[in-house]
């Protein structure tokens, strides 16, 4: 089986922010996937400031070869929502802090989602954009035995750390 997972080939993960400014928590996303050697591509939508352009891009994302989509906004972010009303590909959504509601209200706009038209919703902000990032190699994971390797990887770095920073803190008692 041929894997989805090298940066030449292209783009299988789609990530799409409602703003320039959702940059510093949705880079954690780009990181994960650079790190993976998933091939993705990204760009800056609204549903509400663009409307047409975020529905082009949510109707155009299977044939242009996507498998899943990360969509990450803050505010009242429909962002998600509306994408995933347009496609059938797995929706996973980001709610960011980018209001005085410190995320909340995200959070509920892009998990309270009516039934037949899910979003996997993450937790708010850089947290959320790593998550999404995790689970959408997950999602490729479940057919690409490549990835699904360096996801192992991935967690088995993540216990050496926590083994590691047990082991400085019992050194430094
Ligand atoms: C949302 O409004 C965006 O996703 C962003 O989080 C927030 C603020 O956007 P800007 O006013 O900074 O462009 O739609």
Do not use: C
Not at 50 to 69: C, D, K, N, Q, W
């Amino acid at each position: 089986m041929k894997s989805l997972g090298d940066q030449d080939k292209p783009p299988v993960v789609g990530i799409v922010m409602g703003s320039d400014s959702d940059w510093g928590s949705m880079e954690k996303a780009v990181s994960i996937l650079e790190q993976l050697n998933i091939p993705f591509d990204m760009t800056v939508s609204s549903a509400h400031r663009s409307p047409e352009r975020t529905a082009e891009y949510a109707r155009s994302a299977r044939t242009r070869g996507l498998r899943v989509i990360i969509a990450g906004a803050g505010a009242a972010a429909h962002l998600a929502g509306f994408v995933a009303a347009l496609t059938t590909l797995p929706v996973i959504g980001v709610p960011l802090d980018s209001s005085s509601l410190r995320g909340l209200d995200a959070l509920l706009a892009t998990a309270q989602m009516p039934a037949g038209v899910p979003v996997a919703t993450m937790a708010i902000g850089a947290a959320g954009a790593k998550n999404a990032a995790i689970l959408a190699a997950q999602i490729l994971a479940t057919s690409d035995p490549v990835i699904e390797g360096r996801l192992n990887q991935l967690k088995e770095g993540m216990a050496a750390e926590v083994a590691q920073k047990a082991e400085s803190l019992r050194m430094n008692m």
